[in-house]
């Protein structure tokens, strides 16, 4: 064999690799600025019972907080990052 080591670095590649990724997606600065806007990706229209609080973390890695509300006359769903 030319390469003796070329296995082991490759199993540490694909070891390390997926980890990074999952770093890059980590980061804060991709989360949307409006908790409101990113808890639509979270729970969609109707799935959070008006005073229900739930507390769920969002594909950008942050935790989110909402209230549910109803749409009609009442106040809507609330939300805040934690």
């Given at each position: 064999m030319?390469?003796?080591g070329l296995p082991l670095v490759v199993i540490v590649g694909?070891?390390?690799m997926p980890g990074i990724a999952y770093a890059k997606t980590k980061k804060t600065g991709d989360c949307p600025a409006n908790a409101n806007e990113a808890s639509?990706?979270?729970w969609p229209k109707?799935?959070?019972r008006t005073g229900d609080r739930q507390t769920r973390r969002?594909?950008?890695?942050?935790?989110?907080?909402c209230v549910g509300g109803t749409s009609h006359s009442g106040p809507r769903r609330?939300?805040?990052w934690l």
């Open positions: 030319r390469y003796p694909l070891i390390v639509r990706s979270v109707g799935s959070l969002h594909k950008c890695g942050r935790e989110l907080e609330t939300c805040r």
